[in-house]
């Protein structure tokens, strides 16, 4: 028996199992997290900006910063939900 084939599928399962399969977990929750983003949520953004959304249209949110000030960003730029 040639057992020469065993060494690279046992690389290929290990590279599986400790690099795809955790990177396909968290892009699963990232947008199950987006998805579920609503207005009146208090978001922090990648680059730090914290605000609570006024409204959501399509891939865009409009973020109220301060009274009278507002962002348009994308969706995916928001990093998590503000806790305070």
């Given at each position: 028996?040639?057992?020469?084939?065993?060494f690279p599928l046992l690389i290929l399962a290990v590279c599986y199992f400790l690099i795809i399969r955790p990177q396909q977990?968290?892009?699963k929750a990232r947008q199950k997290f987006h998805s579920g983003l609503q207005p009146g949520m208090q978001?922090?953004?990648t680059s730090g900006i914290?605000?609570?959304?006024?409204e959501?249209?399509?891939p865009f949110v409009s973020l109220l910063i301060d009274k009278g000030v507002r962002l348009q960003i994308?969706?995916?730029?928001?990093?998590?939900?503000?806790?305070?």
């Open positions: 028996m040639n057992y020469s084939y065993i977990k968290a892009e978001i922090v953004t914290c605000g609570r959304i006024e959501i249209n399509g994308v969706k995916t730029s928001i990093q998590g939900l503000v806790t305070a």
